[in-house]
Nanobody, 125 residues
Framework: QVQLVESGGGLVQAGGSLRLSCAASGRTFSNYIMAWFRQAPGKEREFVAVIGQNTSPTYYADSVKGRFTISRDNAKNTVYLQMNSLAPEDTAVYYC??????????????????WGQGTQVTVSS
């Protein structure tokens, strides 16, 4: 199994930036596809971004395309989410998730078996 711990959330004004980190431990990090999801109050958990084994491929939700960037550093067992031009509608708990590499890329939350505890991102207007 792999254990995931997110950090980097907080309160930011609209238009600002944050970088989330997700540190993995327990198994070979490069053997996992990594993704970010988010869940706003009263809403379903939704896909944000996913990254393959190395720096590519990457896919993004339309709502964050051009503003958010997912990346990973396999030497540090960490996946990142750089969030720019934040808006109030980006307010949510952000979760990182892992999926074993051989299963292939996915943007569906039910396809990911490993989850962190989440980190709160609040964007004020």
């Amino acid at each position: 199994q792999v254990q995931l711990v997110e950090s980097g959330g907080g309160l930011v004004q609209a238009g600002g930036s944050l970088r989330l980190s997700c540190a993995a431990s327990g198994r070979t990090f490069s053997n996992y596809i990594m993704a970010w999801f988010r869940q706003a109050p009263g809403k379903e958990r939704e896909f944000v971004a996913v990254i393959g084994q190395n720096t590519s491929p990457t896919y993004y939700a339309d709502s964050v395309k051009g503003r958010f960037t997912i990346s990973r550093d396999n030497a540090k067992n960490t996946v990142y989410l750089q969030m720019n031009s934040l808006a109030p509608e980006d307010t949510a708990v952000y979760y990182c998730a892992g999926r074993v590499l051989f299963l292939g890329l996915s943007t569906k939350k039910y396809d990911f078996g490993y989850w962190g505890q989440g980190t709160q991102v609040t964007v004020s207007s």
